[in-house]
């Protein structure tokens, strides 16, 4: 990942920064035209100071350079490395800025890695859950862009199943549209073996992948919750729980900040990852 952040600065700004490289002989060889062999030396620096050197000749030509990286992984080194050498270049003072995005979860694990806890200053924007209309809206448009036909009920069916979460909009449209990619219509039957696809992909990927991070205190506050059929009062969750007000508010941030859970007013609380009420009740029963 982080080769490639270089490799793209330099291609994005090789009219602005000095294209040079270094290169010796390696061979050479006489014959009625000649002949000669090089390889590029690459010089022996990091990648922190590579990319400083990148940034500092932008600086210098009057703009500067934005990273943006999806899909945030926490797991990876790269990315803390990335984390971690971007604070030293915004101390420095460089004209650098970083764009990250990802699923709550894993932006929460990335904010609470001590070697990259500056992150926790930065702006964040919870996207949240996009209107049944906007779906509709996006998945017509991208099918008549694209000179295909939708059965109306298919869309129905696929904007219900949706619930507004974006990971699924993508998932559902890809999935569908996959299905027949060289028929002309997508059909109601292709939108359900869609939905079916990828809502057992989000139970793998996402809602499995959120319920095995969670500690044994997280789910006890979680199953307090399913009392309730919508939304849940701190103050019932303290009686279930029989914990101090102290500890249910840290079990809440938490369960907020890993967007599982999302405020609705004072003192209260709902299930805010689509499905994952269902999914938490289904691990309960077994």
């Not at 702006?123 to 109306?152: P, S």
């Not at 219509?185 to 991070?213: C, N, P, Q, V």
């Not at 009392?227 to 969750?237: I, N, R, V």
């Not at 279930?240 to 007000?245: C, D, E, I, M, Y």
């Amino acid at each position: 990942m982080l080769e490639e952040i270089e490799f793209g600065a330099k291609r994005a700004a090789g009219h602005l920064i000095d294209p040079s490289n270094s290169f010796e002989v390696t061979g050479l060889e006489i014959a009625p035209l000649g002949s000669i062999e090089v390889n590029r030396v690459h010089a022996v620096s990091t990648w922190r100071y590579r990319m400083s050197d990148i940034i500092d000749q932008l600086n210098e030509a009057g703009t500067g350079l934005l990273v943006t990286v999806d899909e945030v992984d926490p797991t990876l080194d790269e990315m803390i490395q990335l984390a971690a050498t971007y604070q030293h270049f915004v101390t420095d003072g460089k004209r650098v800025a970083l764009l990250m995005a990802g699923l709550p979860n894993n932006v929460s694990t990335l904010l609470n890695h001590k070697t990259v806890s500056f992150l926790r200053r930065a702006q964040q924007y919870h996207l949240g859950r996009i209107a049944d209309y906007d779906v509709r809206e996006a998945l017509i448009r991208t099918i008549q862009e694209n000179d295909r036909l939708a059965d109306a009920g298919g869309i129905d069916r696929a904007v219900r199943s949706i619930s507004g979460f974006p990971f699924l909009l993508q998932l559902v449209g890809y999935r569908a549209w996959d299905l027949t990619s060289d028929s002309k219509e997508i059909s109601s039957r292709d939108f359900g073996l869609g939905i079916k696809i990828a809502h057992d992909e989000m139970d793998d990927r996402i809602l499995a992948a959120t319920y095995r991070e969670l500690t044994a205190e997280d789910k006890r506050f979680l199953i307090a919750m399913l009392d309730d059929e919508e939304e849940s009062t701190t103050a019932d969750l303290i009686e279930r729980l029989k914990r101090s007000p102290q500890q249910v508010s840290r079990y809440r941030r938490r369960m907020i900040d890993a967007g599982i859970i999302g405020e609705r007013g004072r003192g209260i609380v709902a299930f805010e990852l689509p499905f994952f009420r269902d999914y938490l009740t289904a691990q309960c029963v077994k």
